[in-house]
DNA sequence: TTGAGGGGTGAATCCGACG
DNA sequence: GCGTCGGATTCACCCCTCA
C-alpha cells in the first residue's frame, strides 16, 4: 500500500509540477491524474515583450512555435509523472480539442498505452452564442497505463458496472459542470477557480482506476478536486500545484471532506478476487457424486464425474449420456470441466461452472450454485 | 458552384489517394471528408463469452510500421488535401482513440483551424467482452477550417437547430452503427466493406458544412457513403479509393441513390427556425386538459396533463393510468414531457413530443399534431 | 398478422494467477 | 521470465423461425 517510500501523502506541494515529481521517489505512485492548462497561446495577438505585434512574417512558423512550447511542457511533465508511476500504475489526462490532441499524441510517443479515451459530456453547457460551431459541450480524458507491457493495471469493472444500471459503463459519460454549492467562491463570491471540475467526474475516475489506500498525484491540483474526491473515497493523494492561493483554498475545502467509512467504500467487491474452489471440493463433500452425469443446459452433451474431479465425456454427441455402466473407460476425452467442456463443443475455451448442469428434483442447475455455496460457507467462517 | 476546374465530378478515382489528389487542381473542392485507416494493433483473436470469434479489422490496409511510418502517412494525405481545399472550404476526418489524437496533432501542424471535435455516440457499440475496460461506445470527428485566418466556412446553424428540436446541436451526436439493409453486403451475404460508416453520420457532416451544388472529396471511399449521402443531398462528390472492389460496389450502390428534390433540400436548407411551443400552451389554449392522460403508442406507459404544463406518471408501469382522483400526487414522476418520457422508459432523454399520444375519437394520436396546429396558427399571422 | 425467442454481429489496441 | 491452464466475460439491434 505504498506507506513505504516516505512519500508526502495527503498533502499539497506548492511548487513547479515537473521540478516536484522530479524530486520524488521513482515507481511510488498508483495513479496520476492531470488537469493541464489548455494552450492559451493560440488566440489573440502575438506580441513581443516591448508589445510590438509580431506581423506577418511567417504565420505557420509562429504557430509551430506556439505549438513547439507547448509540446515541450507536456512531453516534460507526462515524462516526469511516468518515472514515478508503478509499473503497475496509469495516467488520466483531461483536456479539450485546443490541447487533448498533442497530449495524446505525446503520450503515446513516450510510451503510454492507451486504453480507452472517455468523453465527460456536460449536461449544461455554455451555449454558441455566435451560431456559428456546434456547441461545444464535451470534454475528452485519456485513460492510460504506464506502457504497453505491464502485466496489469486496475479496473474496477462490477463496480462501475453498478454504477451504469449493471450495464457496462461506457466511454461517455453524462455529468454536469461544477456549479452551485460545489463550486468554490471566495468571500467576495467570486469563484475562486476558473476551471474546476466536478467531484462525480474524479469520483468515477478514481473508483474505477484506483483502489481504497492507493496513492494518486496530481500535478495540477487547482481547487483540489481529486484531494477532496481522494479522501472521501479512502485513497491518498498528492497535489502539486504552483500557485499558493489554490493551495490553501484546496486545502481548507479537504480538510472539511469527510471520508466514507470502510464498509461502504468496500460495498463491492469483484468476481474476480472471490476465492478459487476446486471442482474436486464440491465431490470430495458429496454436493456432487463420482458417476453421476453432468449435461449442458440443451442436453446436447454430457459428461460422467470421476471420483478424482475430472469428467469424462463420449467422443462424439450423445443425447443420453450414461447407461455406459459403472466404471467403464470407453474411450472419451477426459480432463477438467473446463477443458472437456471445450472439447465437447469443439471451443478452444469455455467456462465449465456455467456450461454444465446437474439434474436435480427434475430441474437442470448450473453446477456453478455449488461452488457459490462453498464460497458462502468460507465466508461464514 | 466549382463546375469550372473540369473537375471528375461524382465520379470515383481509382488509385492512391495521394497522388491523386496531387493532380487536381489547387483550391477547387469545397469539402473534404475523409475515413483514414485507424492503425488498430490488434493482438490475437478475441473470443465473445459464447466463444465466438470477433471478426477484427486485420486487413492489409490498416497496418503500419509503427507511429511514425503512420505519421509519415497523415502528413501527406493530409497536405495533399489542403492544397485542393478552396480558401474557404473546410475537412471532416473521423477516427478512433487509436489515431485520432496523431491526426489531429499533424492538422493543427499543417495549419488547419479546429472548429469542433464532435462525438458519435453509437446507440449499439460492440461491448467489452472481457470486462477490462470501458465499452468503446464513441468515435471523434474532427471538423476544421483550412486555416485560421481563413474569412468563411461553411455552417448552416439553423438547418442543424432544426435537426435538434430547434435547439443548438451539440458536440455529441447519437448515432446506431451501420447494420441491417443499409451495410451493403455481398452476393454470400458477407460485409462488403469491414467499417462502412452509417448515412445519418454523413447526412449531418455534409447537411452542416455544405451547400448543395458543392464539391466534396473523399479520399477514402470504401463503400461509397461519402457519394451516395452527397448525391442525395444534391452535392457533388469525387472519390478516391484504391481498392477496385471496393469502387465497384461503391459505384453501385450509388447509382441506385434517389437523389432528394430541389424543392425538398431548398427547404431544408432555407428552414427557419421554427417558433418554440412549450407543451403548456397546447392545455392554456385547451387543446389538452389538465387531468388527461397520455400513453406511448403501444400503451406501455402512461402520464397524466398538470395543470402548469408538467406531468406526472406513476412508478412503475400502469397500464391504464387514470382514476387518482384530480389532483392527487400520488408519488410519481414529475416533470416535462421530455423528462417523464425518459424518466418512464430509463432512458437518457426522450422527445415527448412524440412520444406521447392521446386518445381522439378512438384513435392514438401523437400530442405533436397541436404543436403542429398552433405553429400553423402562427405561421398564418 | 403478431409475438416470443434464438442466432448473428459491430473500427477491439480485451486475462492473469500460479508454479 | 515463461508456460500452463483456470475460468471470467456482452449490448443493442436486426433477421429469421416457429407458434
Redesign the pocket.
Known sequence: MSRDKNLPLDQILVGDCIDLMNRLPERSVDLVFADPPYNLQLGGDLLRPNNSRVDGVDDAWDRFDDFASYDKFTREWLSAARRILKDDGALWVIGSYHNIFRVGSIL?DLGY????DVIWRKTNPMPNFRGRRFTNAHETLIW?ARS?EQ???T?N??AM?ALNE???MRSDWLLPLCTGSERLKDSAGKKVHPTQKPEALLYRVLLASTNPGEVVLDPFFGSGTTGAVARALGRRYIGLERDLAYAEAAQNRIAAVKPMTEADIVALR???T?P????GTLVERGLLKPGEVLFDE?RRWSARIRADGTLIAPLGRDLEGGRDGDGSQDGGVV?????VGAAVQGA???????FWHVTRDGMSLPI?IFRQQIRAELAGE
Not at 113 to 116: A, G
Not at 335 to 339: A, E, K, L, M, Y
Not at 348 to 354: D, E, L, S
Request: proline share 3%; net charge positive; charged share 30%.
Open positions: 503515446q498505452w492507451m486504453l480507452n492510460c504497453k502485466k496489469r493495471y479496473f469493472y462490477e458496472k449493471d450495464q457496462q469483484a468476481k474476480r472471490e478459487r474452489v476446486p471442482f440443451r480432463g477438467s470441466i473446463h477443458s478452444q475455451a469455455c467456462n465449465g461452472w456455467t456453478d
